[in-house]
């Protein structure tokens, strides 16, 4: 318990890195994109790990999802860059999410059974959280091209879905306090 309880300690800190860090205050829509990319990545690589390590079944159908959907988006985001000739672009918060992404997924391989369990799913629901902010925040609002906003608004749904969803999967794992 006390080791999942740090690794969510952990987990909060970083949160704010992506509204807050001090680069440019307008992304441009190559940015914006590399930034669906980044994150949907991280879903996966997180399902991935989710996949093989647990023990939970509605964990196990979460972490399918994960998979499933963000690279359904990814493969949109991607195409939908090279229809409009853009190559999306490494930036300050796409760093920031990755750097963060990464660090989050070498803890949750330090868990096992109920612990990875509960660990996993409060990992996707800090992440999901974060992500629907920058999308709220900033991304809908820096986003020129209609079409790339249009996948925005389906990608903030589709977040609040997953959201939602974890949330009723974590107090079924793990430890629920």
């Not at 970083?14 to 994109?33: C, H, Q, R």
């Not at 669906?36 to 999802?65: D, P, S």
């Not at 690279?71 to 918060?93: F, G, R």
């Given at each position: ?69 963000s ?23 796409s ?47 820096d ?35």
């Open positions: 318990m006390k080791k999942v309880l740090m690794f969510a300690i952990a987990l909060i800190l970083p949160a704010f890195a992506i509204a807050e860090s001090p680069g440019k205050s307008e992304l441009n829509d190559a940015e914006i994109a590399h930034i669906i990319v980044t994150a949907n990545q991280i879903h996966i690589e997180n399902g991935e790990l989710a996949e093989k390590k647990a023990t939970n079944k509605n964990v196990h159908a979460f972490a399918r999802r994960m998979i499933k959907e690279t359904d988006i990814n493969k949109q985001a991607k195409s939908l860059a090279a229809k409009l000739h853009v190559i999306p672009e490494d930036n300050s918060s760093k920031s999410l990755k750097a963060d992404g990464k660090k989050s997924l070498n803890k949750l391989k330090s868990f096992s059974g109920s612990e990875f369990d509960k660990a996993y799913i409060d990992t996707e629901i800090k992440l999901h959280r974060k992500v629907i902010d920058v999308v709220d925040i900033q991304l809908i609002h986003v020129k091209n209609e079409e790339l906003k249009a996948l925005l608004v389906k990608v903030h749904t589709a977040l609040a879905a997953h959201l939602e969803y974890a949330e009723t999967i974590q107090g079924t794992v793990g430890d629920k306090h």
